[in-house]
């Protein structure tokens, strides 16, 4: 079993930068992915960045590209989303996911279902 804790969450000004933690604990071997999601109300849940536990293989939606980070800590067993020059449209639920193994449980590792373990989310407010 994996457990994710988010963090980091908050309000922040349109330019401004926040990074989000997800503390992972339990079974995490080097084949799995950590993905970030997250859902504006009344929207669908959409993909945002995702990271192999090994490294590497980092994937990023095009609305963030250039300007979020995703990273890991092993000796912390943590994953990052550092999030710069952010935008209204930024706001939502930001979620941290795990698949079980490198095939995921279904689809591709930008969609949801690939991933198993999900955190409770963290908020992050953009004003307009």
């Known amino acids: 079993q994996v457990q994710l804790v988010e963090s980091g969450g908050g309000l922040a000004q349109a330019g401004g930068s926040l990074r989000l933690s997800c503390a992972a604990s339990g079974s995490i071997f080097s084949r799995n992915f950590m993905g970030w999601f997250r859902q504006a109300p009344e929207k669908e849940r959409e993909f945002v960045a995702a990271?192999?536990?090994?490294?590497?293989?980092?994937s990023y939606a095009d609305s963030v590209k250039g300007r979020f980070t995703i990273s890991r800590d092993y000796v912390k067993n943590t994953v990052y989303l550092q999030m710069n020059s952010l935008k209204p449209e930024d706001t939502g639920v930001y979620y941290c996911?795990?698949?079980?193994?490198?095939?995921?449980?279904?689809?591709?590792?930008?969609?949801?279902?690939?991933?198993?373990?999900w955190g409770q989310g963290t908020q992050v407010n953009v004003p307009s």
């Open positions: 996911a795990a698949s079980e193994d490198f095939y995921g449980s279904s689809g591709s590792k930008v969609q949801p279902p690939f991933y198993y373990f």
């Open positions: 990271i192999r536990w090994s490294g590497g293989m980092t």
